[in-house]
Antibody, heavy 118, light 108 residues
Framework: QVQLQQWGAGLLKASETLSLTCAVY????????WGWVRQPPGKGLEWIGE???????NYNPSLKSRLTLSVDTSKNQFSLNLRSVTAADTGVYYC????????????WGQGALVTVSS | EIVLTQSPGTLSLSPGERATLSCRAS???????LAWYQQKPGQAPRLLIY???SRATGIPDRFSGSGSGTDFTLTISRLEPEDFAVYYC?????????FGLGTKVDIK
């Protein structure tokens, strides 16, 4: 059974860097992309980006300039860094599995609430 | 980017009734690359349907998806108590992948 478990700092100040990591348990790590989706409080979902084990990435252009995705294949983990955060970056961040060539999200982490204070 | 408009915003129904949710795209969605998710309060979204009409693993057959081009539908044939939630559509035919704003199905 595939499980994604994520963690990271929950409270940030404006201009700091948001850092989250997601560990994958079960299933193949190499056959999928690994992605991030966020959800502002009380709002809908926004795709952030995704990466595969070779480091090939797709980014949402709206976040690309501040975003770094990375992967650690030795630990079956992947990470998100978002620089220069503002209050608009507040929300729940989810990690998720992405089937190759079909960019939907079939398994999700539990979510991590990130709050940015000014 | 492709904008997805979901309607209605809220659907008030009783258990046992049929629910029909709409997702309309601002441009044609390539190869029916459209998914549906269910989200309950405090939980992560759950994949229901991908490629417009394929049920994800473990999803009951009361959930069905249809459509192509710009118009897609999620149908729940008979609502069970656990089906009252928010439903989102997502297109993955053209980057950036985008989501609709959701339809809330609540108990009448």
């Amino acid at each position: 059974q595939v499980q994604l478990q994520q963690w990271g700092a929950g409270l940030l100040k404006a201009s700091e860097t948001l850092s989250l990591t997601c560990a994958v348990y079960g299933g193949s790590f190499s056959d999928f992309y690994w992605g991030w989706v966020r959800q502002p409080p009380g709002k809908g979902l926004e795709w952030i980006g995704e990466i595969n084990e070779s480091g090939i990435m797709n980014y949402n252009p709206s976040l690309k300039s501040r975003l770094t995705l990375s992967v650690d294949t030795s630990k079956n983990q992947f990470s998100l860094n978002l620089r220069s955060v503002t209050a608009a970056d507040t929300g729940v961040y989810y990690c998720a599995r992405v089937p190759q060539w079909l960019n939907y999200f079939d398994y999700w982490g539990q979510g991590a609430l990130v709050t940015v204070s000014s | 980017e492709i904008v997805l408009t979901q309607s209605p915003g809220t659907l008030s129904l009783s258990p046992g009734e049929r629910a029909t949710l709409s997702c309309r795209a601002s441009q044609s969605v390539m190869s029916t690359y459209l998914a549906w998710y269910q989200q309950k309060p405090g939980q992560a979204p759950r994949l229901l349907i991908y490629s417009a009409s394929s049920r994800a693993t473990g999803i009951p057959d009361r959930f069905s998806g249809s459509g192509s081009g710009t118009d897609f539908t999620l149908t729940i044939s008979r609502l069970e108590p656990e089906d009252f939630a928010v439903y989102y559509c997502q297109q993955y035919g053209r980057s950036p992948w985008t989501f609709g704003l959701g339809t809330k199905v609540d108990i009448k």
